[in-house]
């Protein structure tokens, strides 16, 4: 782009709004006419201005004017000089009109609300087929116990890590992209008298930059606004030292070794939330970093799949704790009644899993396929094993993620 | 015979001698753009209702600040965006935040600039467009979306805007650049995908 483009261009806002003086009016218009890069460029700008003029209004809800009266009444406003009691009775009937017309506004469009509720709603960036209904949710994360407001205890490294993502809503590539970007160009750190989650490093002067708010490991409060942002919002909070995510030990473990942990970190906790799962992390020596999950087994292996491939194109791997019992991967594998072909072929290797302390190998090889006769027989092992308690089906399963930074000499 | 309208300079004088009829009509003939504006900023319903209601109570406490040199949507707008940055404050420190629910009907209502029969392409399409739209905006830092909106959506003119703002009208015009320019290099992906 020519100097010359670049300095209409920087009128391209003025001129989309007639805001420009005529001389320069007649300047860009005899530039565009000579230069098709700087037309299609507008165009872009055009379409820009366009596609937000044209969101869809969201009128005030059914009641508002009623909600607002409900909160000023009794108030005392003080014009110039004198103090008035505001009598809000006299509002009422106005506000009762009022309701009377939203009322019938919205049963005008409860047919279209009712036919838009029936369609199913796909969940953002969610394989459909990985999150079944009533399974993950998005919801699961607003039912997550309570963050402890008051601080943890002295010296607990737990933290609590939410991420609130602007980034939902964009493609899943862009999104991984940008979330790629975050994690490499962020850094937590703490003010306040509190302690760094991750070793204190820079926050980049970008516009990219992600905003962290944060509470200290002593009851101290502390708070990192990095200039910029608005990729992703973190917010991080510690939580009192035997926090309910933690209260059973994990029964599988994942690794992931990347070169950045901490875009690592960030992109599993997206993943993690996106899963409307919440996530507990604790930082260790060093670069490396414990997520902690606690996942319904409705989906399971999707979401371990997915988690496994954040890690691409380094090294992960999967193993069970000594913590793991049989009955549970029992209750896995019987949970996926709605698709027991796919089970039978994740079944072969949940079998093996059962043995506690084994490793599970990399996730994202290609498995083999079991000989018929083999299934069928584990089919039937399986199905003679299987807990028929309900309740078991319903228990989460503990995962642990381990995230580390590859071995300095197998770099 | 026409009645007359009162106008809002009459209205806020009225409330402020004590009539508070006259601060309910002002509730009224501004709270679906108010809420619009907020809603847009903050994205999620439940949050917007809150705030909204907020921006009214502090305009009604406020009341007899206002001087009646600007207007008083422009006033009104400038009580919005304090009341917003407060909430941004506010949830980046102490909330726990969902993920967002994308798209139209995140409150179970449906878009509301609908009608007649829609191919049911074509409504799915609109919807992936108004969610990728707003999660374009939602990418923006707080300063260039809340021009972008105030502007774009709200239809502010650039001297209301540097009233509302509080910032010279040269800021203005530069800081809507900004954020135009950095949504349209946000949105260019979608557009490729969708041209």
Redesign the interface.
């Known amino acids: 782009m020519s100097t010359e483009c670049q300095k209409h261009r920087?009128r391209?806002?003025?001129y989309l709004?007639g805001?420009l003086g005529e001389a320069e009016r007649a300047a860009l218009e005899a530039h565009l006419e000579d230069c098709a890069l700087c037309r299609a460029e507008l165009d872009?700008?055009q379409?820009?201005?366009r596609?937000?003029?044209e969101?869809?209004?969201?009128?005030?809800?059914e009641g508002?004017?009623g909600?607002?009266?409900e909160?000023?009444r009794g108030?005392r406003?003080?014009?110039?000089r004198r103090k008035?009691v505001?009598?809000?009775t006299?509002?009422l009937p106005?506000?009762a009109m009022?309701l009377v017309v939203v009322g019938l506004t919205l049963m005008l469009?409860r047919e279209?609300?009712l036919?838009?509720?029936e369609e199913p709603?796909p969940l953002?960036m969610a394989e459909p087929e990985e999150i079944p209904a009533g399974g993950f949710g998005?919801?699961a994360?607003?039912s997550?116990p309570?963050?402890d407001?008051e601080g943890a205890a002295a010296g607990e490294a737990l933290g609590r890590f939410?991420?609130?993502?602007?980034?939902?809503?964009?493609?899943l590539d862009?999104a991984r992209r940008a979330e790629a970007a975050l994690g490499e160009r962020t850094r937590l750190s703490a003010g306040g008298g509190g302690r760094a989650a991750v070793p204190p490093a820079h926050a980049a002067a970008s516009?990219e930059t992600a905003?962290f708010?944060w509470r200290g490991t002593e009851g101290a409060?502390g708070?990192l606004?990095a200039p910029?942002?608005?990729?992703a919002?973190l917010?991080f909070?510690q939580v009192a030292a035997e926090p309910p995510l933690l209260r059973r030990p994990p029964q599988q473990v994942l690794t992931l070794i990347g070169e950045d942990p901490t875009g690592l970190l960030l992109r599993t906790v997206v993943t993690a939330?996106?899963y409307?799962l919440p996530a507990s992390f604790e930082v260790v020596e060093g670069d490396g970093m414990n997520v902690y999950l606690e996942a319904p087994q409705d989906g399971y292996d999707g979401l371990l799949r997915e988690l496994a491939g954040l890690a691409a194109p380094q090294s992960q791997a999967l193993s069970n704790t000594l913590h793991a019992k049989d009955d549970y991967f029992q209750a896995v594998l019987i949970d996926y009644e709605n698709r027991r072909n796919e089970a039978l072929e994740e079944l072969r290797g949940l079998m093996r899993a059962r043995e506690p302390g084994r490793a599970l190998g990399v996730l994202d090889q290609p498995r083999a396929v079991p000989a018929e006769d083999a299934r069928t027989d584990e089919k039937a092992e399986a199905e003679e094993a299987a807990p028929k308690e309900v309740d078991k089906l319903a228990m989460p399963i503990m995962l642990q993620i381990v995230i580390s930074r590859p071995a300095r000499e197998t770099q | 015979m026409v009645e007359a309208v009162p106008s809002d300079a009459a209205l806020v004088h009225r409330a402020?001698?004590?009539d508070?009829?006259a601060?309910?009509?002002l509730?009224?003939r501004h709270?679906?753009y108010?809420?619009?504006a907020v809603?847009?900023l903050v994205r999620r319903?439940e949050d917007?209702?809150d705030v909204?209601?907020e921006v009214?109570?502090r305009a009604?406490?406020n009341?007899?600040r206002f001087q009646g040199r600007a207007k008083f949507t422009t006033w009104l707008y400038g009580i919005m965006l304090n009341t917003v940055r407060s909430f941004w404050r506010r949830?980046?420190?102490?909330?726990?935040?969902?993920?967002?629910?994308?798209?139209?009907?995140q409150d179970?209502?449906?878009?509301?600039?609908?009608s007649g029969v829609e191919d049911p392409a074509d409504a799915t399409m609109r919807r992936e467009?108004?969610?990728?739209?707003?999660?374009?905006?939602?990418?923006?830092?707080?300063q260039l979306?809340e021009i972008?909106v105030l502007?774009?959506?709200q239809?502010l003119t650039?001297g209301d805007l540097a009233d509302a703002l509080d910032v010279p009208e040269g800021t203005v015009?530069s800081r809507?650049?900004r954020a135009?320019?950095?949504?349209?290099r946000v949105?260019?992906?979608?557009?490729d995908?969708v041209s």
């Not at chain 1, 969101?55 to 809800?61: E, H, I, V």
């Not at chain 1, 406003?77 to 110039?80: N, R």
């Not at chain 1, 939410?162 to 493609?171: N, P, Q, S, V």
């Open positions: 920087e391209f806002s003025e709004d805001e872009m700008w379409r820009t201005v596609a937000v003029s969101l869809p209004f969201r009128n005030a809800p508002f004017a909600r607002v009266f909160r000023v108030q406003i003080v014009p110039g008035l505001v009598l809000w006299r509002v106005v506000a009022f469009n279209a609300l036919k838009h509720a709603e953002a998005t919801r994360l607003e997550a309570a963050v407001e939410y991420l609130r993502d602007e980034l939902l809503g964009t493609e862009e516009e905003a708010a409060t708070e606004e910029g942002r608005k990729q919002n917010v909070q939330n996106r409307g | 402020r001698e004590g508070v009829e601060f309910g009509q509730v009224e709270q679906d108010m809420y619009n809603f847009h319903e917007a209702e909204a209601q009214f109570v009604y406490e009341l007899t949830s980046s420190r102490h909330s726990v935040l969902s993920i967002d629910v994308p798209s139209d009907g179970g209502r449906p878009p509301e600039i609908e467009h108004v969610r990728m739209v707003r999660a374009g905006i939602a990418r923006l830092d707080d979306r972008i502007r774009d959506i239809g650039y015009k809507l650049f135009r320019r950095e949504l349209r949105l260019e992906p979608y557009y995908g």
